[in-house]
């Protein structure tokens, strides 16, 4: 009977978000523009060093970016953060407090649908760019690195929502949020592997990387199917990452409990 309140949610979360399919597939095809420029980058760098840097040649590093884009697609919330913020300063929330419905499972019900629709019109583009750079693409042969990566793609795409919860939580407290999550998102941006793999940097800044939740968000599954992690640092990884997942949730809680109390207590 719960579950069935959360899929009644996650049915009008396809139907509302698909509104705005074309929106979702301009987005993808015109975010497909900087990889022509990564690409043209990259193609100087491996020349200037000889076709090989950190173990990736030209076209392993274009295949990472590949993956970065399906991944993102994937597990990257999108306006999460704002539509939650404006449930809080509306007080469109008040009608949650008087329902059987979890708010944080209500909204990871519109993530999922989100997450769903925005796929499902993206990967015509998608799929066309994996084709022209068919050439470079090079897959697992073990099983057991799928599944590892299934896992922590999904994991991934938890931390990220959980994340997003969090910093939307601070409407709360504060009137405009956006400061806050783009400083967050110029991290997860710069940390996350998506302007660069992480594993090109020394291995001492990777070593404090590893324990950031940074890591866990996008360049942790794509870094599994690549084959790059194995063995021993594989198990580690995993391990941490599922660290970062309880933690997130608990914090996403807790701010939530925090945030109802203070809005409780100012009259909301």
Not at 87 to 100: A, V
Request: hydrophobic share 50%; glycine share 8%.
């Amino acid at each position: 009977m719960k579950f069935a309140k959360y899929l009644t949610v996650f049915n009008l979360g396809i139907q509302n978000t698909f509104v705005y399919r074309w929106n979702y597939f301009l987005r993808a095809l015109f975010g497909l523009i900087p990889l022509a420029g990564t690409v043209f980058l990259w193609r100087a760098i491996f020349h200037e060093h000889g076709g090989s840097l950190h173990g990736y040649d030209y076209g392993s590093m274009i295949y990472y970016y590949l993956l970065t884009i399906l991944v993102a697609n994937l597990v990257t919330p999108t306006e999460d953060e704002w539509q939650i913020a404006s449930d809080i300063r509306e007080g469109q929330i008040n009608s949650f407090l008087t329902k059987p419905v979890n708010y944080l499972g209500y909204r990871f019900s519109i993530f999922l649908s989100g997450r769903l629709v925005f796929t499902a019109v993206t990967i015509v583009p998608i799929a066309l760019i994996f084709f022209y750079f068919r050439n470079y693409i090079t897959l697992p042969a073990n099983v057991s690195t799928y599944f590892c990566a299934v896992i922590s793609l999904l994991m991934a795409a938890f931390i990220q929502f959980f994340i997003t919860y969090t910093l939307a939580m601070m409407a709360f407290w504060i009137l405009e949020i956006s400061t806050i999550v783009f400083i967050v998102y110029s991290f997860e941006y710069f940390l996350g592997g998506q302007m660069f793999p992480i594993d090109i940097m020394p291995a001492g800044v990777q070593a404090v990387m590893k324990w950031l939740p940074f890591y866990y968000e996008l360049f942790c599954p794509i870094a599994i199917f690549l084959e790059r992690l194995r063995g021993p640092e594989l198990a580690q990884t995993l391990a941490i990452q599922t660290g970062w997942l309880c933690l997130t949730w608990a914090t996403a809680q807790t701010m939530w409990n925090r945030g109802l109390g203070h809005y409780q207590a100012v009259g909301g």
